[in-house]
């Protein structure tokens, strides 16, 4: 059974740093694009960024929102994802889930539960 | 970046009724398109990738149809476990992006 799960949310003040987690299970990790998604409370989803696989030389996209301040990464010896957030602003609070990307089309048939950031002063 | 316009954001329906949901692209993005269902407090689950291709497990009350820059979603038969919130999403070109979502809420 696959299984995604994220940890490291947390309240964090504007101008602050986070670092998420994603460990994965029940699949060949390596062979996988891996994403971020998130949703503000109340609001809808928003793909945050991604990350291929070694075959693709590790190489990433990210939403405009995020470029240059979040930055994805993997460890493929250990099953993980993970998120560096910095320069963190208020707009950042979100549920983050990370999301497998089932042949490298984004097409995201496994999600973990998801962490909440909590940007505020 | 792709905006995706869905609509409508927020429906009512009663069980039985068949609906439709709509995701416009603002550039033609083939048939990369997919559409998720969340519930409250969950995560996003798939329920059809590539326009129209019916995800394993989930019942065939749901379907996907279009390509270029018109898609929908159709629920034939709403049951109780099917008011939720759906997502349209393109992958055709980066940024990824989401429609607004839509909220099935029952009548």
């Known amino acids: 059974e696959v299984q995604l799960v994220e940890s490291g949310g947390g309240l964090v003040q504007p101008g602050g740093s986070l670092r998420l987690s994603c460990a994965a299970s029940?699949?060949?990790?390596?062979?996988?694009?891996m994403d971020w998604v998130r949703q503000a409370p109340g609001k809808g989803l928003e793909w945050v960024g991604r990350?291929?696989?070694?075959?693709?030389?590790?190489?990433?996209e990210y939403a405009a929102s995020v470029n240059g301040r979040f930055i994805i990464s993997r460890d493929d010896s250990k099953n993980s994802l993970y998120l560096q957030m910095n320069s963190l602003k208020s707009e950042d609070t979100a549920v983050y889930y990370c999301?497998?990307?089932?042949w490298g089309e984004g097409v995201f048939d496994d999600w973990g539960q998801g962490t909440l950031v909590t940007v505020s002063s | 970046a792709i905006q995706m316009t869905q609509s409508p954001s927020s429906l009512s329906a009663s069980v039985g009724d068949r609906v439709t949901i709509t995701c416009r692209a603002s550039?033609?993005?083939?048939?990369?398109l997919d559409w998720y269902q969340q519930k409250p407090g969950k995560a996003p689950n798939l329920l059809i990738y590539?326009?129209?291709s019916l995800q394993s497990g989930v019942p065939s009350r749901f379907s996907g149809s279009g390509s270029g820059t018109d898609f929908s979603l159709t629920i034939s038969s709403l049951q109780p476990e099917d008011f939720a919130s759906y997502y349209c999403?393109?992958?055709?070109?980066?940024?990824?992006?989401f429609g607004q979502g839509t909220n099935l809420e029952i009548k």
């Open positions: 999403l393109q992958h055709d070109n980066y940024p990824y992006t």
């Open positions: 550039q033609g993005i083939r048939n990369a």
């Open positions: 590539a326009a129209s």
């Open positions: 029940g699949f060949t990790f390596s062979d996988h694009y």
């Open positions: 990350i291929r696989d070694k075959r693709s030389t590790y190489t990433t």
């Open positions: 999301a497998r990307d089932r």
